[in-house]
């Protein structure tokens, strides 16, 4: 055996003659040498004071800088490195290379060069000089072992337990009995070792060999002890090394990277690690040993070398030799005096093993090999141990005295008591029963929960009805669940996690789950050895084809549900937490039995979440996820946290693949990973992302979400496949990156993972969503060569290319390649990961190799997440909610709904809704001044580029809010698709307002300028109007007595200057409508005695809103409808109406279709007379829009009415229908086209008569004198009582602006109102779904069946009425008071203006010419863009010179007219140019009116044209409210669409179609289907369900069918009372 020096030891012994006092002296020295010694260390390792357990797992369980694998570690980074890459499962952590400060490194002494005998010395001699003396000694390195004693005394006991773990997993021995560095108590870290187990297996003759897996502290076994008496050149350490594993140092020796001769922390600590046989014949020893060495010389620790002797099963001792007196004999002595086994390996011989008594062996090792020596000691313990022995247990070094035990502090002992009275709560009950006993919400009941929760997408037969009572089951379930959710367990779980502090919580559930393991330990090896053999049968079997497959099969089901029920852990009590909340939640009554609110779990298990403890996603067990309770989680989460940002990291990959461990390592998490506790489903774990990574990364957190494999043994045959498709679409959509991980080479695996996921994320592509992946190859052979990568990476993206066709044709899309459905680089996004053992298991420590593609691993991902924001918290939480609901449909990519983007779109069309207003409503206020500037006749042109120029600002600001709505970076991502789209919309919107105000105001030109010849004459007349007024003033001046006289004088010259002004000119004559329409009606053909029927019996008014037009209808083009519709439905009844259709999946939904279910007639359709309803009803619209239209084209107001407009717009209308009919298959009688004729008549007579008035008023002088004559007689009357010409002047200005000042505040006052609705009028306010809202309310409150079918006809007539009742309402009742206080504001707005031009007038005159023209000019331009002023002829008041009086003047006569505006009522408000009501039509009404082709459900886009997104709308109704059945019979449907397009069901299209569409794919029916978006929704809405209870006998009525048989209304739909229905609205 080869000598080595012996350590320097770094304090000395006692000597033995010192007396007492000196002893005293020498160990108080001692102490303090310690002490100092121990606080430099901490201190170099940057650890600070040892009294302070600074570190916790917090500060490790973190996203941090990436690791440097091969660079040197400064000294004060040692313990933080050797801790992460211990966590990381880098045995290597202990060889960290230490980089030395530059002052400390030892620099070669260069001699000169010289010549030796010129210095007279010979070359020996400077081989044989000392540069002790000359060359200062570098500072040792800290010993590999004090960093990690350093780091387990200043973690604390969660930290120190993470650490004992990883060191076990290393394959590293693990502290058991620690002495204090300074007092030198001895602890025994007991609590660091339980959750450490072991798995070997036992070699027996009978039984062959046997699988076992123990807790280490549970276990008990041989113990061999090995201490050291003396200073030995022997390694005990070393040797100890080739007993257990010769290819790693379990334990540090000498000889390890990295040792140094001083060692602080080391000396007196026993370590203890364990020897696993794996089974085979190689075998160091056949069952599980514990081997535990004693750093430093026995004869100096006492007491941890008595505990080890009476402890083990053989004590192995070294001596550096033997001498009877010397002092190590004393304790050999007192070892050979007993009866236990002891081994002696003497340093300095070389006798062969000899055996001095029984049990008693000596051994010498002088000039013996390391593996010599080994391999003798191994025979020797064989042998000791191949008979009986004293077994050893780690748990009962808590009973040996004299030491402290770390499950004694406050923190262990408090969680540990109350886990225990969890578990004796469990104690003598059969395991597999525990749950369903103990934890009853989460097993049939919450099983059978999730089964009819999926079978409500999957509905079949009389679907409303089955689905009610599938409700009413799953309520009923909810009622078990929250009677028997107060188990003592789980009261005692809550009670414990609300009221313990922290720490003791997290010990408590260390506890809980360790306790918990311990009771399902034996039985889970029982079941999986059970399993593990019939599976093997079931192999066998099926290579052979033998018959008895299927019994074996049967027996496998069986040990699987055993299996299930045996496995119990604390994500059991967790998901019980959920299914109690979930059932508390959903009948939504009061509180739990226990001490806890129910409704406080969520918060409670936030906090875990928070603290890094994994929670269920998915339940693996029922295949669900309960919705509710995750959400209420995550809300809780956020509450506490913030919505913060996260980066969500999925795996997935076949069972046993290594996913979890991957994971483990990456992040120092704790994923349950041994074979016995696989993951089920899925758990979600937060990591936080340290400071120092905040700046590379725009995440706060990475959420890691680890799942179940594909491919589970537990699951067989098309089950397998359908969850392994829903859980691979689920984890894929839910992530922003995947991890995919393949393990081993096998091409047929490999072929079904990468089948399972390129399906997934074509569908993620085909709803919008761009997941990333990374394929991770473990285990993968000789992964170095370069050209084997590659060979690999090239066969993958093959395959992927494959895979990525064969998806596209199942998902009906069109990808050549993997690339086309998702951003993948072959070359950076597959890793190749060398296998996890360095070596065989159970012995093997983890392959650096392995922690380094991890590294590797985890630097890709996290490069590739700093380009991406992640998540936001609720959006996780809404991804969750979208996948999940869309995954229970068949149809996937049809029925997801992505809720937070519906969200999200939703307020952006209420930004929308804004912006268009912004534009809007400036663009009002700009056609009132331009208005006003055109009849003032300051304005002859209106430019395009002029109006675009005066919107810029407006139109700028607008485009600056959009950009900065857009760029909000919590929405950024998804708001991105629609940013061009609405970009473009808000700048059409822009352009077309803009060109309509210009058509606005080129009529009010064209009109301005028709009237032109009049206003030129207007000042003439007005002038000698004025004249012979102030003539004939100063003849009566005298004479009049009094007002009557003054009018009867005036009345009696009037008509004759009127007569004298106006005789040559012809009147423009006013209109008789009726008598054109009549004579017109006549010319058509129509007999007079029809029309004036039509005309007295009135029917003809309500022709657009009527429900039915039978009597119109005429079937003389066919025989009776009756016996035409039995004939064909005889005839289509006798066909195979599935034929002649070559889609795979209309082949499947047909073969879906049972003869006894055709039998049954459920295929749907509408009737013939409801679709001639509708076609008619279309007919009448189209009509009276293109009438209107007509009309409105027409130069009514510039050039007058003529009869010829009638005509032309009645032979159109007789065209059209003629044009109809020709396409139908009946005839529409004479009485309808009469009816609709007089219908346009009336609907077009207003417009008509309004124009010609105005033509009237522009062009009639008489009628333009006539307008004059109260203005003159008052101007007469104030002459003729002696007023001033001023006082006049002053008069006639303020009569001619009153009307003016009404309009334009009238005018101001609608723009007012419409922005003040639109802005703060809830049903106004919001998008085109709120104000669906409110139209639904509004219907409900009424209770009117025909306002009802108003609305489902004509939705947009409909509410356009509503808008204008609700402006009504709100002008008139609910806000008067701030209407009329809106009406003063701007009344005195315009008594502003007017002083301020009337004081610029007066100023104008003081500093220039003073006459009247001028004073006039300068008040008129002040007033040209919000007020008209007619023109005045000045000539009369010529003499006025005094303009401060006249401005005085103006004004009193001014306050009097405000105060005359102020007091109108405000009905007058109908006079202004356009009313509240019409503006918020245009604004509102400017949207998508499409409906839905099963129900007439109206989409709620805000956009009219929203390509390419499809109409969708929140919720539908049921189809038999507008007339669908059953076909053949009278049979209205009940189902609301949303149901049937996730039934088994299937319609006819059209009315006289011969092949049926599965409801399923609706979308193949044709454009109107194909264009709609209908999700199944399980149609919650109550309010429709209200609806059809109300009204049955009305829609009855109405349909000429029954709710009946297939078609019967649920009984739980009449509970619904009309308040639940109109609350119910608040979920659209």
């Excluded at 043994?713 to 859980?727: I, K, S, V, Y």
């Excluded at 009238?1306 to 085109?1328: H, V, W």
């Amino acid at each position: 055996m080869k000598s080595e020096t012996p350590p320097e030891k770094h304090t000395g012994t006692l000597k033995e003659d010192m007396s007492e006092n000196k002893d005293e002296l020498v160990e108080i020295s001692r102490e303090e040498q310690c002490r100092r010694e121990t606080e430099t260390l901490f201190n170099r390792l940057q650890l600070g004071d040892k009294g302070q357990q600074t570190l916790t797992p917090a500060d490790f369980l973190q996203i941090g800088p990436a690791l440097k694998q091969q660079s040197d570690t400064p000294e004060k980074d040692l313990a933080h490195t050797f801790l992460q890459r211990l966590m990381i499962l880098d045995y290597r952590a202990r060889y960290i290379p230490v980089k030395q400060d530059s002052a400390e490194v030892c620099q070669f002494r260069h001699e000169p060069d010289v010549v030796s005998n010129e210095t007279g010395k010979s070359n020996l001699d400077d081989l044989f000089s000392s540069t002790e003396d000359s060359e200062p000694k570098p500072k040792p390195n800290v010993h590999p072992m004090d960093v990690q004693m350093a780091v387990f005394h200043c973690s604390d006991t969660f930290l120190r337990q993470n650490m004992i773990t990883k060191l076990s997993q290393c394959q590293y021995a693990l502290p058991l009995l620690v002495p204090d560095p300074v007092s030198k108590d001895i602890e025994c870290p007991l609590w660091t070792f339980r959750q450490i187990r072991k798995s070997w297996k036992m070699t027996d003759k009978s039984k062959g060999s046997i699988m076992k897996s123990m807790p280490v502290c549970k276990a008990e076994t041989a113990m061999v002890s090995f201490l050291r008496l003396g200073s030995a050149s022997l390694s005990k350490s070393q040797l100890l090394n080739n007993l257990i594993n010769e290819r790693h140092s379990t334990f540090f020796h000498r000889n390890c990277p990295g040792s140094t001769k001083t060692r602080y922390l080391m000396d007196g600590v026993a370590e203890i690690a364990w020897y696993c046989p794996a089974g085979k014949p190689n075998d160091s020893f056949t069952d599980f040993i514990a081997f535990c060495n004693l750093h430093g010389d026995a004869q100096s620790f006492d007491k941890q070398r008595d505990i080890l002797i009476e402890k083990a099963s053989i004590n192995v001792v070294l001596l550096p030799s033997l001498k009877r007196g010397d002092r190590s004999m004393t304790v050999i002595s007192s070892l050979l005096d007993s009866l236990k086994p002891l081994i002696c390996l003497i340093a300095d011989n070389d006798s062969n093993p000899v055996q001095m008594r029984s049990g008693h062996y000596k051994i010498g090792l002088k000039d013996k090999s390391q593996s010599d020596a080994s391999e003798e000691l191994k025979g020797i313990i064989r042998n000791i141990l191949s008979g009986s022995f004293k077994s050893f247990q780690l748990e009962t070094l808590a009973q040996v005295s004299g030491i402290r035990v770390d499950e004694e502090n406050k923190i262990c002992k408090t969680g540990k008591a109350a886990a225990l009275k969890i578990t004796s709560l469990l104690q003598d009950m059969d395991v597999s029963k525990i749950k369903e006993e103990m934890l009853p919400c989460q097993g049939e009941l919450w099983h059978e929960w999730s089964r009819i929760t999926k079978q409500q997408y999957r509905l079949q037969g009389a679907i409303e009805m089955e689905k009610g009572k599938n409700q009413e089951k799953l309520q009923e379930i909810r009622q078990s669940q929250r009677a028997a959710s107060c188990s003592d367990l789980m009261e005692l779980f809550i009670n414990n996690l609300s009221s313990l502090p922290s720490n003791e919580k997290a010990c408590f559930l260390k506890w809980t789950q360790i306790l918990l393991d311990d009771l399902s330990t034996d039985d889970l090896a029982r079941i999986l050895h059970s399993y593990d053999k019939k599976w093997s049968e079931v192999l066998v079997l099926k290579k052979n084809k033998s018959d008895q497959l299927k019994n074996k099969q049967t027996e496998l089901e069986k040990i699987s549900t055993q299996l299930q029920a045996a496995t119990f852990g604390l994500e059991h009590i967790f998901r019980e937490m959920g299914q109690i909340y979930e059932a508390h939640e959903s009948l939504a009554r009061g509180r739990n039995t226990g001490t806890m609110e129910w409704h406080d779990y969520p918060a409670l298990a936030a906090e875990l979440m928070i603290s890094g403890h994994p929670m269920e996603l998915m339940d693996g067990d029922a295949g669900h996820v309960p919705l509710t309770w995750i959400s209420s989680l995550l809300d809780e989460v956020i509450k506490k946290l913030g919505d913060k940002r996260v980066f969500v990291l999925s795996v997935l990959g076949v069972q046993s693949s290594g996913k979890s461990t991957m994971l483990n390592a990456m992040f120092g998490l704790q994923f349950a990973v041994s074979a016995g506790r696989c993951t089920k489903g899925a758990f979600m774990q937060l990591v936080k992302v340290s400071e120092e990574m905040k700046n590379d990364l725009k995440f706060d957190y990475v959420l890691v979400v680890d799942t179940e494999g594909l491919r589970a043994l537990e699951l067989a045959g098309n089950t397998t496949l359908h969850h392994d498709n829903e859980l691979a679409t689920f984890v894929i959509g839910v992530g922003n990156m995947t991890l995919i991980n393949i393990f081993g080479e096998n091409p047929a695996e490999m072929q079904d993972v990468l089948q399972i996921v390129v399906q997934a994320i074509m569908r993620m592509k085909n709803i919008k969503l761009s997941p990333s992946c990374v394929f991770v190859h473990q285990n993968v052979t000789d992964i170095a060569a370069s050209e084997k990568k590659m060979d690999g990476k090239r066969s993958l993206q093959e395959k992927l290319d494959q895979m990525a066709q064969l998806a596209a044709k199942e998902e009906g899309c069109d990808a050549k390649s993997f690339s086309d459905i998702i951003e993948f680089d072959v070359k950076e996004d597959v890793k190749y990961f060398a296998q996890l053992w360095e070596g065989s298991p159970p012995m093997a420590p983890p392959n650096p190799g392995y922690s380094e593609s991890v590294q590797e691993l985890k630097n890709t991902i996290l490069s590739k997440a700093s380009q991406s924001d992640g998540m936001t918290l609720s959006q996780f939480k809404h991804n969750i909610g979208d996948l999940w609901k869309a995954l229970l449909n068949e149809n996937f990519v049809f029925s997801f709904k992505n809720t937070l983007e519906i969200a999200v779109y939703r307020k952006l069309e209420v930004q929308y809704g804004n912006w268009t207003w912004t534009l809007r409503e400036e663009l009002l206020i700009i056609e009132n001044q331009l208005h006003n500037r055109i009849e003032n006749g300051n304005y002859d042109m209106v430019e395009l580029s002029y109006l675009y120029n005066k919107m810029s600002k407006t139109y700028e600001d607008v485009r600056k809010a959009i950009a900065t709505y857009f760029d909000d970076k919590d929405q950024k991502e998804m708001l991105v698709q629609w940013r061009g789209r609405f970009e473009g919309k808000i700048k059409d919107i822009h352009e077309e307002l803009v060109k309509a105000l210009k058509r606005k105001l080129d009529e009010v030109l064209q009109q301005k300028n028709a009237c032109e010849k009049l206003d030129k004459k207007k000042p003439e007349f007005e002038n000698k109007l004025l004249q012979k007024s102030k003539e004939l003033a100063l003849q009566l001046k005298d004479k009049a007595t009094n007002e009557r006289e003054l009018q009867e004088q005036f009345n009696h010259v009037w008509d004759g200057w009127v007569t004298e002004l106006t005789a040559d000119t012809e009147p423009i004559k006013d209109i008789n409508l009726q008598e054109d329409q009549l004579s017109i009606l006549l010319e058509l053909g129509i007999e007079s005695s029809l029309i004036h029927e039509r005309q007295n019996c009135g029917k003809y008014k309500n022709i657009a809103n009527r429900g039915d037009y039978s009597e119109y209808v005429t079937r003389t083009k066919h025989q009776d409808p009756c016996e035409e519709r039995q004939r064909s439905e005889d005839e289509r009844e006798s066909k195979n109406t599935t034929t002649g259709q070559s889609d795979s999946l209309k082949k499947q939904g047909k073969q879906r279709l049972s003869p006894r279910l055709h039998e049954e007639n459920i295929c749907l359709n509408k009737s013939r007379t409801d679709q001639e309803q509708e076609q008619i009803r279309s007919l009448i619209d189209k009509v009276n829009d293109e009438a209107k239209s007509t009309i409105q084209g027409k130069p009514l107001a510039t050039r007058g009415y003529s009869s010829t407009y009638l005509e032309e717009m009645a032979k159109n209308v007789k065209k059209q229908v003629k044009e109809f009919e020709s396409q139908q298959s009946y005839a529409l009688k004479k009485e309808f086209t009469v009816d609709l004729l007089l219908y346009v008549f009336d609907a077009t007579s207003q417009n008509i008569l309004g124009s010609h008035n105005q033509f009237k008023a522009n062009n009639d002088l008489r009628y333009y004198v006539n307008s004059k004559r109260e203005q003159l007689y008052g101007i007469f009357s104030s002459f003729c009582k002696g007023h001033s010409s001023a006082v006049v002047f002053a008069e006639m200005i303020c009569r001619k602006l009153k009307d003016s000042t009404v309009q334009a505040v009238y005018d101001q006052t609608a723009i007012d109102l419409a922005g003040e609705m639109k802005c703060s009028f809830s049903p106004f306010n919001g998008n085109r779904v709120i104000l669906e809202k409110h139209v639904l309310k509004s219907l409900a409150e009424k209770e009117d069946f025909q306002d009802y079918m108003n609305y489902i006809t004509q939705p947009r007539e409909h509410v356009k009425t509503f808008i204008k009742e609700e402006v009504k309402k709100y002008i008139f009742t609910e806000h008067k008071d701030s209407t009329k206080s809106l009406l003063k504001k701007n009344v005195q707005d315009i008594q502003g203006l007017l002083s301020r031009a009337l004081h610029q007038a007066t100023e104008k005159v003081a500093q220039g010419e003073a006459n009247i023209n001028t004073w006039l000019e300068g008040f008129s331009s002040e007033l040209k863009d919000q007020l008209t002023l007619d023109t005045i002829c000045c000539q009369t008041f010529s003499d006025i010179n005094k303009f401060d009086f006249l401005e005085e003047e103006v004004k009193k006569r001014l306050e009097s007219i405000i105060k005359e505006i102020t007091a109108l009522p405000l009905g007058n408000l109908e006079k202004c140019r356009k009313r509240p009501d019409e503006i918020l039509i245009d604004q509102l009404c400017n949207c998508c009116w499409v409906q839905c082709p099963f129900c007439k459900a109206v989409c709620t886009n805000t956009l009219e044209d929203h390509s390419p997104d499809k109409h969708n709308v929140p919720f539908h109704r049921p189809s038999g409210i507008i007339g669908w059945h059953t076909r053949g019979t009278v049979v209205l449907a009940i189902n609301f669409c949303t149901t049937s397009v996730a039934s088994d069901r299937s319609f006819y299209p059209k009315r006289d179609s011969d092949e049926l569409i599965p409801f399923k794919l609706y979308h193949t029916a044709g454009p109107e289907y194909e264009s709609w978006k209908i999700t199944a929704d399980e149609s919650k809405l109550i309010y429709w369900k209200w609806f059809v209870c109300k009204f049955q006998k009305e829609l009855e009525v109405h349909c000429k069918k029954e709710f009946k048989g297939r078609g019967e209304i649920p009984s739980a739909w009449r509970k619904h009372t009309k308040q639940e229905a109109i609350a119910s609205l608040d979920e659209m």
